[in-house]
């Protein structure tokens, strides 16, 4: 046989064999809100399959970040994803007033509906990945936090458990929140953090009243389990 007749047969049997989801384990991905294209990140697990029923853990970028940004310098799932077996989404937040940021001041008052891209994109996980829609998580940094506390407030039947790190809840969050059912919740927060602080401001509200509200909300122990992890950090946990 000619060399380069072997050569190609091989190729050919090559990429005949290969499985186009284990071959493009990352890419981009998008959902239509109100005749809105909403685009996201998504990384499949190594040796993905879809029989697996896997959970999805989807991360909301800082203000004024990106999917790639925050695989960069905020929370790099792809390796856990890969050891724990779970999918890993990046959703991204639109252009807009010369931002890329959520919009969860006031309300979604510039038209642009968060909840909604949230919704579609795990209705999206279920129906193109055979996703666990009992196992959706979602994390979220600075501004890409603060929408974790909608998600909660608007979207708690939907999250089995939110992490939230360097953001508190907004006043008007706060005011109008309704929660569907309890959800669990990680908090991190520095206590000299400037874009949220420890206290509140006129903006939003302090940790204490935070805390207490989703301890009712959760029906978890009013009293805190507190440890001392070393580096100036503390841990309070509320049991259920």
């Known amino acids: ?8 047969l091989i190729l050919v049997i090559v990429l005949a064999g290969t499985d186009p989801v284990t071959a493009q384990q990352q890419f981009y991905d998008s959902v239509d809100v109100d005749g809105v294209t909403r685009q996201y990140l998504v990384y499949l697990p190594a ?16 203000g004024g970040g990106s999917p790639e940004g925050a695989i960069q310098w905020e929370s790099d799932n792809r390796p ?3 050891a724990e077996r779970f999918i890993a989404v990046y959703p991204a937040a639109l252009f807009y007033d010369g931002c890329t940021c959520w919009n969860n001041e006031g309300k979604y008052s510039n038209g642009i509906d968060e909840l909604g891209f949230a919704a579609a994109m795990i ?7 055979n996703a666990d829609p009992d196992r959706m998580y979602a994390s979220g940094f600075s501004l890409g936090g603060s929408m974790m506390w909608d998600l909660m407030c608007y979207m708690g039947d939907r999250f089995a458990a939110i992490g ?3 953001a508190n809840m907004w006043q008007w ?8 059912s309890p959800t669990g919740l990680i908090h991190v927060l520095g206590t000299n ?3 949220a602080p420890y206290n509140g401001n006129q903006y939003s509200i302090s940790v204490a009243i935070q805390n207490a509200y989703w301890v009712s909300v959760n029906g978890s122990e009013t009293t805190a389990e507190e440890t001392n992890l070393g580096g ?7 049991p259920e």
């Open 164 to 166: 939230v790190v360097a």
């Open 80 to 82: 856990l994803a890969d």
């Open 47 to 62: 040796n993905f399959d879809p029989a697996e029923n896997m959970p999805v853990l989807f991360h909301f970028h800082g």
């Open 173 to 180: 969050t706060y005011a109008d929140c309704d929660p569907a």
């Open 232 to 238: 100036g950090v503390t841990r309070y946990l509320w």
């Open 193 to 195: 953090d400037f874009y």
């Open 123 to 129: 209705d999206a996980m279920i129906v193109e990945y």
């Open 1 to 8: 046989m000619n060399i380069w007749k072997q050569a190609t």
